[in-house]
């Protein structure tokens, strides 16, 4: 499990590199074809790791519960993130990051609520979520390369 740590926190800090430089407007834009953009990709991975990691291991999520809403799967960019979301959200990718490893260390999941993913996978365990988290958070941070060619 220390590689799937290791890979999210690289690609946290992928993302911290990506949108080095970017405007706040940058970061917002939804280009045409697309229905998010880069900093809802960031804050979406933030949300998913809780939901897949806390959620549904019945324990207290560590985000409040609007980012939550904003972020989660099947939302979009309902209003212009400002800087100070942007740092809100950055220090969250620093601390939920640190916590999870923290936690695994310590043995909090004990429970693990079965969950099909929209990737086609069943998740049984916290390790099988941690590892697909892993999987997902890449993914995004694909997608926001790819937004950033066009913003």
Not at 41 to 53: A, D, K, P, R, T
Not at 57 to 86: C, T, W
Not at 91 to 116: H, I, P, R
């Amino acid at each position: 499990m220390d590689f799937q740590l290791h890979l999210i926190r690289k690609t946290r800090e992928n993302f911290f590199k990506l949108m080095d430089g970017l405007s706040i407007d940058s970061l917002n834009k939804v280009p045409e074809g697309f229905n998010n953009n880069i900093v809802w990709n960031f804050g979406h991975i933030l949300v998913s790791q809780q939901i897949l990691c806390y959620h549904l291991s019945g324990l207290r999520m560590q985000l409040d519960p609007e980012l939550i809403r904003r972020y989660r799967k099947g939302s979009k960019p309902e209003a212009p993130v400002g800087e100070a979301e942007l740092e809100q959200l950055k220090n969250y990718a620093v601390s939920t990051a640190d916590q999870l490893e923290k936690d695994l260390k310590e043995g909090v999941f004990q429970n693990f609520n079965e969950y099909l993913t929209s990737y086609g996978l069943v998740l049984t365990s916290i390790g099988e979520a941690v590892a697909y988290n892993a999987q997902h958070e890449s993914l995004h941070l694909g997608y926001a390369m790819a937004l950033k060619k066009l913003v």
